[in-house]
């Protein structure tokens, strides 16, 4: 085979930016360790954003999309891999700006590769995908500090970060309150393990609340953050991992000082290798949710402008998983 498709990215004269898959020569990828064929991707807000041309993401286009990818090696320059094995690929520079997952073929360093678990097959990686490594990254910080007593509140819950975070936690047999403002989710959080949803917060500047919550993954900062820290019990915890509402956040040190509380920040794209491959693991054992493939949608590359719009105006629920191969 001489060609490959991928998605790719333009930016127009008038500013805007298009969408298109084209057929691509091999020698159009950057000469790296690992060439991966890639079987499944999936789509994240950073995907959509570089795919509606946020420089904030994507600073040069043409450009494509896609910060995972699970594949299988086609060739291979490191000792640490072979020509047949299947591997996963979730952040680092893929994605961003570097060519990404929304294509048949993708070249990259050897340190950004796992070795799928066995345990999982290539579509589960990408039911997944970052959003799955960054809720394990969340939920561990947690565990590892004996932070998790339950209840748990989880922001930003019916997307990829906050879906999987429920969906773990309840595996883990540890109850969990989802914060979402979409009242057609009662169902659907419920269903993945949600003891009960909040949809708004009270409406005050006191600078604590009565504390409710053992411990918070917070997936979109700005009011919704500042609120949970006054909720949260003596020595409690919060992961924090996304900025979905706003990366602002304005608060006072009292639930620090007067109540002991812990922030962790979560960074997924530059994690340790070893943290990864850990987490993996428990991904696909006993971390593993009983019913994954009921939160996740899949879509060929020729589909998914449509669900891009959808994530950008804020209608998806759980996860969109790309078919690429």
Known sequence: MEKFNKIVVKELEDGSFSQTIEEMSFDSLTPNDLLIQVKYSS??????????????????????????????????????????????????????????????????????????????????????????????????????????QGPVIVSGATGGVGTLA?????????ETMAFSRKESAIDFLKGIGAKDIIHSFENTERPLLKPMFSAAIDTVGGTVLENILKLIKPNGAVSICGMALSPSLNTTVFPFILRGLSLFGIDSA???????????????????PNHLEAIQKTVEMKNLSDEIEKMLRGNQMGRIVVKIS
């Open 43 to 148: 789509l994240n807000f950073k995907d959509a954003l570089s795919a509606n041309g946020n420089k904030g993401v994507t600073k040069k286009y043409p450009h494509t999309p896609g910060i995972d990818a699970a594949g299988i090696i086609v060739k291979s320059n490191s000792s640490n891999f072979k020509e047949g094995d299947e591997v996963i690929v979730t952040g680092f520079d893929l994605g961003m700006n570097t060519s990404g997952g929304f294509s048949e073929y993708i070249s990259v360093p050897t340190g950004w590769a796992i070795l799928k678990p066995n345990e999982l097959s290539l579509k589960e990686c990408m039911i997944f995908g970052t959003a799955g490594l960054t809720a394990a990254m969340c939920i561990d910080k947690l565990l590892l500090n004996g932070l998790i």
């Open 270 to 288: 530059e994690a340790d290798l070893n943290w990864r491959k850990y987490l993996w693991q428990k991904l696909s054992t006993e971390w593993k």
């Open 166 to 174: 429920l969906m773990i936690l309840d595996k883990l047999g540890i």
